[in-house]
């Protein structure tokens, strides 16, 4: 199954893509729809902002508690002043956030069932939001968040609500993620059927 599915995606992207540039496209893909399942959790910020490369765009935020494992994985400050003048950008932000790494295929085998198309598809999407520097993360204290999120945090039932608890104060803190989405007109609902849109909108996608 493994091997069908490299195969599958190197036919698909061009036979001098390396066995390494499919588990990349998988990873990319993975990413995407991580990101795209946590969208429900998030909240629109209030202000316009832009891409990049220009593009009038809308900031949507997304808190995790900053528990000792997460914060495991980068170099971050004790104290709380430096700690909040640190970021993460790109890949870099979801995997600190909780995007989960794929080391093997084992996991991602779905692909091929789900089609080898539609990997590179999210993969694309994925690359439009790397390319414009749209994905960042930093430290916040508790008082530090996005107006429009915190009461959120709080909702019976949420991961981050039930957390919240035992990650109080400065002990802790949270991790804010601020993804960055194409457009100017809030949305109804945040879904991923709305990123979705947002991205094929501004970009065309590939392959055709």
């Known amino acids: 199954m493994i091997l069908r599915t490299l195969s599958l995606l190197r036919s698909l992207q061009s036979a001098s893509h390396t066995a390494d540039d499919a588990r990349g496209t998988i990873q990319q893909a993975s990413d995407y729809r991580w990101l795209r399942e946590a969208l429900g959790h998030g909240a629109v910020g209030r202000d316009e902002t832009r891409l990049s490369d220009g593009t009038p765009a809308r900031v949507i935020n997304l808190a995790y508690p900053a528990t000792t494992r997460r914060l495991a994985g980068g170099n971050w400050p004790e104290a709380p002043a430096a700690r909040e003048r ?8 979801c995997r600190a956030a909780g995007a989960p790494a794929y080391r093997t295929l084992e996991s991602l085998s779905r692909g091929l069932a789900e089609g080898g198309i539609a990997v590179l598809r999210d993969a694309s999407r994925f690359q439009y939001l790397l390319d414009r520097d749209a994905l960042a993360l930093t430290w916040r204290r508790p008082q530090g968040l996005p107006a429009g999120l915190s009461p959120r945090l709080a909702e019976p039932g ?51």
């Open 86 to 93: 640190c970021h993460v950008s790109g890949q870099h932000a």
């Open 158 to 208: 949420s991961q981050a609500g039930s957390q919240a608890g035992s990650q109080a104060g400065s002990q802790a803190g949270w991790l804010l993620l601020e993804l960055r989405v194409p457009g100017t007109a809030p949305p109804g609902h945040l879904t991923g059927a709305w990123l979705d849109e947002r991205l094929d909108r501004y970009r065309r996608i590939l392959p055709r």
